[in-house]
C-alpha cells in the first residue's frame, strides 16, 4: 500500500512539471478545425468551420487576430503566462477588453485553447503551412 501512495505522489508531481510554452511557438496562422462550446453542448459543424474558414493568427510583435467568415473579427495584443494567453482586445473608441485563453495542448501543428468562463469555448486549431 505504500508504494501505491509513493507511486500516486510521483505521478501528480511529474504530471504538474510541464514544459514550458514559448512565445514563437505559437506564431504563425492557426485554421480552427473543431469548435466545442460548453453549455449548452454545442459543436460547430464540418460546413460551418468550412465556409467560415475561422483561424487565430499570433504575430512575432504580439498582434493576436481572430478571423471568421474572411473578416477581421478580434485583434488586439497578446501576452503568454504560462500555459495562458493573456488577450487584450482592442474596441472602437480606444477602449479595450481583457480575457484569457487556456492552453490546453500544443504540438508543431495542433493548437486546443480555452476560454475561461464558466461556459467556455474549446477550440482545436491545426498551423498552416
Given amino acids: 500500500m505504500k508504494y501505491y501512495?509513493?507511486?500516486a505522489f510521483?505521478?501528480?508531481?511529474?504530471?504538474s512539471c510541464n514544459?514550458?510554452?514559448e512565445q514563437k511557438d505559437l506564431y504563425g496562422k492557426w485554421n480552427y478545425v473543431k469548435v466545442v462550446n460548453a453549455d449548452p453542448e454545442d459543436i460547430t459543424s464540418d460546413e460551418e468551420l468550412k465556409q467560415a474558414s475561422p483561424a487565430i493568427i499570433f504575430t512575432e510583435?504580439?498582434?493576436?487576430i481572430i478571423e471568421w467568415g474572411g473578416k477581421q473579427l478580434s485583434k488586439g495584443k497578446y501576452k503568454?503566462?504560462?500555459?495562458m494567453i493573456r488577450y487584450?482586445?482592442?474596441?472602437?473608441g480606444g477602449r479595450t477588453r481583457e480575457f484569457p485563453f487556456?492552453?490546453?495542448k500544443l504540438s508543431d501543428n495542433e493548437l486546443v485553447f480555452q476560454t475561461m468562463?464558466?461556459?467556455?469555448t474549446l477550440v482545436t486549431a491545426i498551423r498552416k503551412r
Fill in 10 to 15: 510521483l505521478l501528480l508531481f511529474f504530471s
Fill in 80 to 83: 503568454l503566462d504560462s500555459k
Fill in 102 to 104: 487556456l492552453i490546453r
Fill in 61 to 64: 510583435i504580439n498582434d493576436l
Fill in 117 to 120: 468562463e464558466k461556459n467556455y
Fill in 88 to 92: 487584450t482586445e482592442s474596441l472602437e
Fill in 19 to 21: 514544459n514550458s510554452i
Fill in 5 to 7: 501512495v509513493i507511486i
